[in-house]
């Protein structure tokens, strides 16, 4: 296919999700009004808190850094045919990991390789109970995703825990950080380095013999055996680079974040990422530059919402809205996965 021809292929999708983003503002506006608030006032509130000045900014390309990367975790399962879910326990692993290996390789490529390797261990297992025994993906990730909560939980309480702050695990150590793009805010090159992961998949995905083999795979597994391609194996390697991108994600987000620079009470400043990918890949259509621009829109929606309360709205009708706006721009993405995994199994 030729530049312009691969280009013309994205119009439509990008049509439709920025349509869909506008009838989730509509929607969501027409919500706040019945509500008794100003959506004019709330949404302006949004924007500004989100790209309103360079703080904001900052935090919106923070908070899209793990959703970027759990995102390419779904986005490969989906590509190769599967319903991966199990970024979130991956982001666990990648974590801990992360604050454990920088304990004594003080180096923050040292803890970024760790999280990657753990992130392909921990995604073996499923890999290996779906091409060898049938067991359907999402259970076994599932699964796995509360075995790791558990686990992950002892050894941030037990194991690596603070002595000085029980809240917390071990800080990663100065010199094992991710440095600040700007000063004073969150935005480091965790950020840099969530891009680059996209771009780099991007080139694996429709660029190298590894992604073709996987995206046969995923749309006609007939077609890929006759063709001489082991559906078996382009799972198994869907399963790989998909944890890779998780632990990643789990890495970067204790090695790029202050103040903290560790895991808290409760994973709370880990969790519900490895979910939030799913919507994300989604509204992206399952394509890693797509999933990008994807990442800063959540990321808006989350560093707006503080802003959007000091209007008068509740947190929970905030929640409302950005719901209300990640379902209307997911549902072309997810009605394409379901066409394509539907069309998948009736072959």
């Known amino acids: ?18 349509l869909a983003i506008l009838i989730g503002a509509f929607i969501g506006a027409i919500v706040l009004w019945a509500s008794g608030y100003s959506a004019v006032d709330a949404y302006k509130a949004l924007i500004a808190g989100a790209l309103g000045s360079v703080d904001g900014i900052a935090e919106t390309l923070s908070k899209s850094t793990p959703l970027i990367l759990t995102a390419l975790t779904f986005a490969i399962g989906a590509r190769t045919g599967l319903f991966n879910i199990g970024a979130e326990g991956t982001v666990y692993f990648g974590a801990i990991t992360a604050v454990a290996v920088t304990q004594y390789l003080q180096n923050p490529i040292a803890g970024m ?4 390797l753990i992130g392909a261990l921990w995604a073996l297992p499923a890999a290996v109970l779906k091409v ?7 259970i076994s990730t599932i699964m796995f995703n509360w075995i790791a909560v558990y686990i992950v939980g002892w050894l941030a309480l037990d194991v690596f825990y603070n002595p000085k702050d029980p809240n917390s695990t071990l800080a990663i150590p100065p010199s094992a950080r991710l440095p600040l ?3 004073n805010t969150s935005l480091s ?7 680059i992961t996209a771009i780099v998949i991007f080139v694996v995905m429709w660029h190298t013999k590894l992604g073709y083999e996987l995206r046969t795979s995923g749309q006609n597994p007939t077609a890929a055996r006759y063709g001489g391609i082991n559906p078996k194996i382009a799972a198994i390697w869907s399963f790989v680079l998909g944890g890779m991108t998780a632990g990643l994600a789990g890495a970067v987000q204790v090695m790029g974040v202050p103040p903290g620079y560790a895991i808290t009470q409760g994973l709370a400043n880990v969790s519900g990422y490895g979910f939030d990918g799913i919507g994300v890949s989604l509204v992206g259509r399952n394509h890693p530059l797509g999933i990008i621009l994807a990442g800063i829109l959540f990321g808006m929606l989350n560093a707006g919402a503080t802003q959007m309360q000091q209007t008068g709205v509740p947190l929970e009708m905030v ?24 069309r998948r199994g009736s072959k």
């Open 319 to 342: 929640k409302i809205i950005e719901g209300i706006i990640i379902v209307a721009v997911a549902v072309p993405g997810l009605a394409d996965l379901f066409k394509k995994l539907f």
């Open 113 to 116: 390789i760790a999280g990657i």
């Open 189 to 195: 090159w965790a950020f840099i380095v969530s891009v």
């Open 132 to 138: 060898y025994r049938g067991v359907h993906e999402v």
């Open 181 to 183: 793009l700007i000063s």
């Open 1 to 18: 296919m030729s530049v312009s021809g691969e280009l013309r292929g994205y119009v439509k999708p990008f049509t439709e999700s920025v």
